[in-house]
């Protein structure tokens, strides 16, 4: 017994050394990326993706998707995101899901993407949540809910995404999935177009003429003191 509780100890610092060798690869990768050495970039992802690391699996993922220091293999994107997906990495699970929906290096399966940008959200991804919001506008992969989509959207637009911003405010100015409020509206847009969506700042002047100037400036100050809630779980991209 006693043996067997050395060997055991043994493995448990090997482990722990190869994970903090994986966290250091990682960490040079990431640094050589951002200054655009993707060579070295690619070398520091395939040795922490290599002692099981789901971020460098992503990361080595995009570069092959980008085809940054290698030939574009979309195939090889796929079979990383999996690995890294099953590991329960939202990033991965989002991009997978982006690979299904688009049929790249996969076959072509919204259902698929469907499952995957659920799986994501479950893990504090809003990006997921922002293209659930959208999947279950248009019944792609999923049968068509408003409720839902107008439900994704506003867990997007609450942690601060312009692009779900501007789709709750024309759920709101339509009255899709939810009773028809422009003042609503106006405030998701406002924000929206605040954080410089152009679609946003274009529809604004047409709502405004609708409401009154009292609930302009009503919605505008509520746009300013407005802060974004921070996800369930803050995933790095």
Request: negative net charge; aromatic residues 8%.
């Amino acid at each position: 017994m006693a043996a067997g509780r050395g060997l055991f100890a043994v493995a448990l610092v090997l482990l722990l050394l190869a994970a903090t060798s994986a966290r250091a690869d990682l960490a040079a990768g990431k640094k050589a990326y951002v200054a655009n050495d993707y060579a070295t970039a690619l070398a520091e992802f395939r040795a922490a993706a290599a002692a099981g690391d789901a971020d460098a699996k992503t990361r080595l993922a995009v570069m092959y998707l980008r085809g940054e220091a290698v030939d574009k293999d979309p195939a090889k994107a796929a079979a990383l995101l999996q690995e890294a997906a099953a590991a329960d990495f939202a990033p991965a699970q989002f991009n997978l899901g982006r690979l299904y929906y688009a049929g790249l290096g996969v076959e072509q399966d919204p259902a698929a993407a469907a499952t995957w940008f659920h799986r994501a959200v479950a893990n504090g991804d809003m990006l997921s949540a922002q293209a659930l919001s959208l999947l279950y506008h248009d019944g792609v992969g999923v049968e068509r809910d408003l409720g839902k989509a107008v439900a994704f959207a506003r867990q997007a637009a609450d942690a601060g995404l312009p692009d779900a911003q501007y789709q709750l405010g024309v759920f709101y100015a339509r009255g899709l999935g939810v009773e028809q409020d422009l003042g609503e509206a106006y405030f998701w847009l406002f924000l929206a177009g605040q954080r410089g969506l152009t679609p946003a700042r274009m529809a604004l002047p047409q709502l405004a003429v609708q409401l009154s100037d009292d609930m302009q400036q009503e919605m505008e100050k509520r746009a300013a003191a407005w802060v974004p809630r921070p996800s369930p779980a803050g995933a790095e991209r």
